[in-house]
């Protein structure tokens, strides 16, 4: 599955140089304060969980909506919690860099960010529980967010989500978010695509109209979610494993 990982890496470049000049005219035309780009400052970890996860023969993908702070805003890779990346994924070692405007309550810490993200922990815990270890996962799910970028307003740095925001900038980085969704679909040939929240869904149903894929949806599983913290978070690990492979 060499070339599923080299186009993966060719369509994620692409989507990278295109969001880092959305970014710059976000933050212009006043749509945010400040947008990070980890697919820039953390390209590397990046490429690497492309290297590991991407050529292992994946016919399902999970698809999340945008970086968070504490996850993937961080290290580069969606749903990245900072134990997941070292023990489970194993990437470690790798220099992250920083964003081209920092926000104070905002650092980029790279790998070592000492705060665990919670929605990765579930979802990668999920996973492991279901699968195993790195290989058997990336055997069965592809893990991609649809929009790269991490969208900050105010000053607490509030993460703002894409579907909370509008303009000419934010329809234009749909499109190209857009299709880097249908070209991971076409590098893996993927047959199912499964949205982690009905943002997600409700995008893959756009951008893959006429593809014939199976699109589905399981409850987000962020901490704020009351469904995602119900029974102890029995009930979202039921959710989600109703629709994995």
Known sequence: MADAVSELISAASRLRDGSQSIARRMMSEGVADL???????????????????????????????????????????????????????????????????????????????????????RLWGALEQRYGDIDKISQEVYIVNHCPLMILNGDRGTNVTPNNISGKAVDDLMDICDQHLREVVDALGARKVVGIGKYAEKRANSALHGYGLSIETCWHPSPASPLANRNGGADWRANISRVLP
Request: aromatic share 6%; hydrophobic share 35%.
């Open 35 to 121: 947008v990070y780009n980890p697919l820039n400052y953390a390209w590397a970890v990046h490429e690497e969980f492309i290297r590991r996860t991407g050529g292992n023969g994946a016919k399902c993908i999970l698809l999340g909506m945008n970086p968070g702070p504490h996850g993937m805003g961080q290290m580069g890779i969606p749903f990245a919690a900072t134990s997941v990346v070292r023990d489970l994924i194993g990437i470690s070692g790798i220099a992250v860099a920083k964003p081209e405007v920092s926000h104070p309550k905002r650092p980029v810490h790279g790998l070592e960010h000492p705060k665990e993200e919670v929605s990765g922990t």
